[in-house]
């Protein structure tokens, strides 16, 4: 799709809205921003945003050990962003792109317990869909992750059902505009990283990644130099302040009536088809 500048964002979530309330067996009480994005993560096409916004909560539902109880401030949840930082960067303003850097404080391998990395990766994606100085603008997402400290131990207590959810709804249903993924450390075992990876990547996904060797400058080719260099200083203030905006968000993540599907709310014509009608021509899911 072409980005489309004159979407109206307000219009198309007023609709995604509406559309919503003939479902009554899906979330409801979805915040107005995270509608908004659903429209801007899809140019506009109100068709795809019903149907990534239903495989999304489908994926949800599907897979509670991930998507359920989602208190950030539970135990198992603050070790995971103690041992690693998963840090939503600043906006630059020589780029429009959103940054967002991971990298592991703790390098133990026995601290890597992969279920609550994941578990705790969806509650940091969530809660940057409800912040209101992440712009919906003309640019992209770009994740950046750092494999220092990451090791052959560290691979093998990766689950891999758990991956494949992972990139299931990272690929097809999360309301975000991905532009490129950057790796940077990179270790001489990356092929076996890959080797694991691979099978659940789409090809459009795969083309979007980067790899960077140790003292690489080759970063900077695509990612201003002052999105690592300025932040690497400031990543523990970055990263407080995360923790307090997770801190704020406990209800949000906690009210169920926000993230699950009640299947007693489904209508008979609903269960009849298996899963939600939507009007008009359906995309083939893909990031475009």
């Not at 603050?78 to 991971?102: C, G, H, R, W, Y």
């Not at 705790?120 to 809660?127: C, G, K, L, R």
């Not at 960077?212 to 990612?223: D, R």
């Amino acid at each position: 799709m072409v980005i489309d500048k004159d979407i109206d964002l307000e219009a198309g979530a007023a609709a995604l809205k509406a559309w919503l309330i003939t479902q009554p067996h899906l979330p409801q009480n979805i915040h107005p921003l995270l509608l908004k994005r659903y429209i801007h993560s899809t140019k506009g096409d109100l068709e795809y945003a019903k149907k990534i916004f239903v495989h999304g909560y489908t994926i949800r539902h599907n897979n509670p050990h991930i998507f359920g109880d989602r208190d950030p401030l539970e135990p198992k949840v603050q070790n995971v962003l103690k041992a690693i930082d998963m840090v939503p960067l600043p906006a630059v303003e020589t780029s429009e792109d959103k940054f967002v850097f991971f990298r592991l404080v703790d390098c133990d391998p026995e601290k890597f317990h992969f279920n609550d990395v994941i578990r705790t990766f969806f509650i940091i994606a969530d809660s940057r869909m409800v912040q209101p100085d992440i712009p919906m603008n003309d640019g992209g997402d770009i994740p950046i992750f750092d494999m220092n400290g990451f090791t052959l131990r560290h691979l093998t207590k990766v689950v891999l059902s758990t991956l494949r959810v992972y990139m299931k709804y990272a690929q097809e249903a999360h309301p975000v505009r991905l532009k490129a993924i950057h790796v940077i450390n990179c270790t001489p075992f990356l092929d076996k990283v890959m080797y694991v990876v691979k099978p659940f990547m789409k090809k459009k996904v795969a083309e979007m990644l980067h790899f960077h060797l140790p003292n690489s400058e080759a970063l900077y080719e695509h990612v201003p130099r002052e999105v690592i260099f300025q932040n690497f200083d400031e990543i523990a203030k970055q990263k407080a302040d995360w923790f307090k905006r997770l801190e704020s968000l406990r209800e949000y993540f906690t009210d169920d009536t926000r993230w699950k599907i009640d299947e007693t709310r489904r209508t008979s014509y609903h269960k009849s088809h298996g899963t939600v009608e939507l009007s008009g021509s359906l995309r083939k899911l893909e990031i475009d």
